[in-house]
């Protein structure tokens, strides 16, 4: 069954430290997506991909990186994390052609202490 | 200002009741779709409607694009209908497919 998958499920960082959250899809779809979902602000686009070395900047990229190497994996990456990076990320990948066909991973939760 | 506004922000229903949740966008769409989130959990697509009127057992879902609207209506509700409705916009120009969420309704029912 095609799915994606995001791992870490849970993470406990230090402020100022790296970290690296991940996502694998076997959906065969070209392009991804990270969200990042708060209370008040409902799901916000960080970083997006339309295929294997491409990665662009979505609505919030500060403070983020990603890095897509190859069509089933997509990476955010928080080089110097912080407390406001708190919260709860979702990963997605999505058909160029369907904007219907669109699937969202099971969310990591992130606590920046 | 913010492109989707979901109302209202929380609803709470009797067992059996039936509920509407409105979408309302500032902008011209490509697509617009309606995902159900449970506490805590992923998001499952429910609808994929950019205009018109679709149906999915006890759901309805209507988007009017001249008045901006899309709407989500859940009839006979029950307890497992509770949970967070989300409704999120696709803008054009962006072949990236990329979606602009609202807020969300949260749904609570009551046994």
């Known amino acids: 069954e095609a799915a994606v998958t995001q791992s870490p499920r849970n993470k406990v960082a230090v402020t100022g430290g790296k970290v690296t959250l991940s996502c694998n899809q076997t959906?065969?779809?070209?392009?991804m997506y990270w969200y990042r979902q708060d209370t008040g602000h409902g799901l916000r686009l960080i970083h997006y991909?339309?295929?294997?070395?491409?990665?662009e900047k979505g609505d919030i990229p500060d403070g983020y990186k990603a890095s897509r190497p190859s069509q089933e994996n997509f990476s955010l990456i928080l080089e110097l994390a912080t407390p406001s990076q708190t919260s709860v990320y979702f990963c997605?990948?999505?058909?160029?052609?369907?904007?219907?066909?669109?699937?969202f991973g099971s969310g990591t939760r992130l606590l920046v202490i | 200002g913010q492109q989707v506004q979901q109302s209202p922000a929380s609803l709470v229903l009797q067992e059996g009741e039936n509920a509407e949740l409105q979408c309302n966008f500032s902008t011209s769409l490509n697509s617009m779709q309606w995902f159900y989130q449970r506490p805590g959990g992923s998001l499952v697509s429910l609808f994929y409607n950019p205009s018109g009127t679709k149906h999915s057992g006890r759901l309805t879902s209507t988007t009017v694009i001249k008045e901006r609207r899309s709407s989500l209506h859940i009839s006979s509700s029950q307890t497992t209908d509770s949970g967070t409705y989300l409704c999120a916009l696709g803008l054009p120009g962006t072949g990236s497919n990329r979606l602009t969420f609202g807020k969300g309704t949260k749904f609570s029912l009551i046994p």
């Open positions: 959906n065969n779809h070209n392009n």
């Open positions: 991909s339309y295929g294997a070395g491409s990665t």
């Open positions: 997605a990948s999505g058909d160029r052609a369907a904007n219907s066909d669109y699937t």
